[in-house]
């Protein structure tokens, strides 16, 4: 468990909070380029790490995040007029550009120097592969765009999902991304937990029970080995990793030799300290990846609000029969919903002093305890973890993950020895 005291430190990301600093000091999304489509489409709100801002397309395709409230007199931009390479207020006319600069005051007299006086609140975006990113921190501190692969793929190796608004702080949804423990009871189906044992919701034997968890810290984050033991000579290997400051990377079941074949990475991302959004991105390093539409799970999910179509107002449209019988934890909807379920029922702000943590707990604990760790570092004026200035110095090309039955001896962070030895996974996994 937390202290009360952590656990304030953790999830609250206000301006000025410790953690809403360390935030700050990385590119995170903002809006899915798709919220934006076409250069003067309608702006859309923006809530985020507690600011409420405005994303628009300008009339030559570049991305702007303002302050939501005008200069002026603080009416709202989302109502703006999204016209001729800039959003204009409808109260008096104000008128900014994508970096906040005043383009227009007409309401003022011609001779008037207000706009060349005031600088408007915006953030710079870039926009890549569908994701619109944004940095909110110190201009002279801002750093590289992550090298992730869904970052520097070619586009059409590249799906992201829709959005989902969570009701809960950011750190119960990405504890919950980068738990392997919860997949074999919450996201259970009849048929699916084997191959083996026909038409229920029965485990194959050695999983959902008894595992064993090994914990590599690396510069750039966590990497975790969920291990489940077949017979006697073989282990089950499901890596996953955490990278700051809200990134959990669960392997899927498209593999090379047990070695996954690109990412699922789930943002977590705070819309304040009781509210979040949620972005799954899918890439493929081997090739393109056909294109759902952005749908998620069985059914669609989500409304056109991001908001889910099962929600706690509506018990997430539990199902007791089906639980008896076909859906483990009853909510027939997929994984996004069911995993929505969980956090948001701890709680908007989990009480972890409340908590008594296990042997599965081990990333989360280990998640814990590195955030803890980057925010004292921080406190002695270092910069936060993973961050990078110079291309040689970005950290993430070379990592990946792993879901594979291999032999007992092979070591699960060693890509050559995983590659050598991978035979068929387990299955659904």
Not at 85 to 98: A, Q, T
């Amino acid at each position: 468990m937390l202290s009360r005291e952590d656990n304030e430190l953790l999830c609250r990301v206000g301006p000025g909070t410790p953690m809403g600093e360390m935030f700050r000091r990385y590119w995170i999304p903002a809006v899915l380029s798709r919220e934006i489509p076409e250069p003067d489409s309608p702006p859309v709100r923006v809530r985020l790490l507690g600011e409420d801002l405005v994303a628009f397309r300008d009339s030559l395709g570049r991305v702007g995040l303002l302050d939501e409230h005008c200069s002026h007199r603080r009416a709202s931009l989302f109502y703006g007029r999204n016209e001729e390479c800039g959003l204009r207020c409808i109260y008096h006319g104000w008128k900014y550009d994508v970096e906040g600069t005043i383009l227009d005051t007409p309401a003022e007299p011609l001779e008037s120097m207000m706009k060349h006086h005031v600088k408007h609140p915006a953030y710079p975006c870039r926009e890549i592969n569908g994701l619109v990113l944004t940095y909110m921190g110190p201009r002279d501190t801002m750093p590289l765009v992550p090298n992730f692969a869904w970052l520097t793929a070619p586009a059409d190796h590249v799906e992201i999902g829709d959005k989902y608004w969570n009701e809960n702080n950011w750190l119960q949804g990405v504890e919950g991304d980068c738990d392997s423990s919860h997949i074999d009871y919450l996201h259970r189906r009849a048929g699916m937990a084997t191959r083996t044992l026909g038409d229920t919701m029965q485990l194959a034997p050695g999983f959902g029970e008894a595992l064993h968890f090994e914990v590599e810290r690396e510069p750039w984050g966590l990497k975790v080995a969920a291990i489940r033991y077949v017979g006697d000579t073989h282990k089950y290997v499901r890596t996953n990793m955490f990278v700051p400051p809200c990134i959990g990377i669960p392997p899927t079941s498209r593999m090379v030799k047990g070695i996954v074949d690109g990412f699922h990475a789930v943002y977590q991302i705070p819309a304040d300290d009781y509210n979040t959004w949620r972005i799954d991105v899918n890439v493929k390093v081997s090739g393109p990846l056909g294109h759902s539409g952005g749908g998620n799970g069985r059914r669609r999910e989500v409304g056109p609000d991001w908001k889910k179509v099962a929600n706690s107002a509506n018990e997430y449209l539990l199902d007791r029969e089906k639980q008896r019988t076909r859906v483990y934890c009853g909510v027939d909807f997929g994984n996004h919903t069911q995993d929505a379920c969980v956090t948001e029922s701890m709680g908007q702000i989990s009480d972890r002093t409340l908590e008594h943590l296990g042997v599965c707990d081990a990333q989360p604990i280990a998640m814990r305890e590195f955030l803890l760790g980057a925010l004292r570092a921080m406190e002695q004026g270092k910069d936060p973890p993973g961050i990078a200035f110079e291309p040689a110095r970005n950290p993430y090309a070379d990592i990946f993950t792993v879901n594979a039955t291999v032999p007992l001896d092979v070591r699960w962070s060693d890509r050559g020895q995983v590659q050598a030895n991978a035979v068929e996974p387990a299955p659904f996994y």
